[in-house]
C-alpha cells in the first residue's frame, strides 16, 4: 500500500519561497500516476496547486508563475517550491496521489507565512 | 477558472437523506466522467467516498452514492448517521490539465 510521508518548514517569512518534499514508499513514483499537490487555508476549501506526471508538470493557473513541482525518482520522492509567498499562501499542505482522483494523501503539513 | 460551486451547508435528522450539488461548466463536470466526492473530518486529511461519478471505493458505505446531470454532480447520503457529519468536496478534472474542487459543505447531522 502506497504510503506518503511529507517533510519541510511551517513557518516561511513573506516573499521567500515554500519548499516541501514527500517521500512515496510503497510504490515506484516512475511506475505512472501523477504526483501532486494540494492545499487548505484555515477554514477554507481545498485547492488543487499542481501535478506532476512522468515529467510533465501541469499547474493551477493561478499560481502557475509561482510553483515549481519536481520529482527525485532515485529518492522516490517529489518537491513542492511556491515562491515570493505572503501571508495568503498559509495553508495546509498535502501531498498526494493521483489520476483522475486523489487515492492517496500526506498527512498535511501546516504552512504559516509570517516574519 | 473557478472553483465548482457547493453549498455551504447542508443538514438532516438521523435516518434520513441529504444530497450534495457541486455544478461547473461544459469543460469539467459537463465534459468528463471524472467527478469525485471527498469527506473530510476536523483535522483529517480527506478521504474519497465516490469517484468517476458514481463509483464506490472498498470499505465506503453503499449509504453513499453520486450520479450526474449535465453540469451538475451530486452526492447523496442515506440513512444518515451522526458519523457522516463532516466536510464533503467535490472535484473534477477539466479540459485544460488541471483538477478543479468545490468550495465545500459541511454536513449537519441534528
Known amino acids: 500500500q502506497v504510503q506518503l510521508q511529507q517533510s519541510g518548514p511551517g513557518l516561511v517569512k513573506p516573499s521567500e519561497t515554500l519548499s516541501l518534499t514527500c517521500a512515496v514508499s510503497g510504490y515506484s513514483i516512475s511506475s505512472g500516476y501523477y504526483w501532486g499537490w494540494i492545499r487548505q487555508p484555515p477554514g477554507k476549501g481545498l485547492e488543487w496547486i499542481g501535478a506532476i506526471h512522468r515529467g510533465n508538470t501541469y499547474y493551477n493557473p493561478s499560481l502557475k508563475s509561482r510553483v515549481t513541482i519536481s520529482v527525485d525518482a532515485s529518492k522516490n520522492d517529489f518537491s513542492l517550491k511556491l515562491t515570493s509567498v505572503t501571508a495568503a499562501d498559509t495553508a495546509v499542505y498535502y501531498c498526494a496521489r493521483h489520476l483522475y482522483v486523489v487515492d492517496s494523501w500526506g498527512q498535511g503539513t501546516l504552512v504559516t507565512v509570517s516574519s | 477558472q473557478s472553483a465548482l460551486t457547493q453549498p455551504a451547508s447542508v443538514s438532516g435528522s438521523p435516518g434520513q437523506s441529504i444530497t450534495i450539488s457541486c455544478t461547473g461548466t461544459?469543460?469539467?463536470?459537463?465534459?468528463?466522467?471524472?467527478v469525485s466526492w471527498y469527506q473530510q473530518h476536523p483535522g483529517k486529511a480527506p478521504k474519497l467516498m465516490i469517484y468517476?461519478?458514481?463509483k464506490r471505493p472498498s470499505g465506503v458505505s453503499n449509504r453513499f452514492s453520486g450520479s450526474k446531470s449535465g453540469d451538475t454532480a451530486s452526492l447523496t447520503i442515506s440513512g444518515l448517521q451522526a458519523e457522516d457529519e463532516a466536510d464533503y468536496y467535490c472535484s473534477s478534472y477539466t479540459s485544460i490539465n488541471t483538477w478543479l474542487f468545490g468550495g465545500g459543505t459541511r454536513l449537519t447531522v441534528l
Open positions: 468517476d461519478v458514481t
Open positions: 461544459s469543460s469539467d463536470i459537463g465534459f468528463y466522467e471524472f
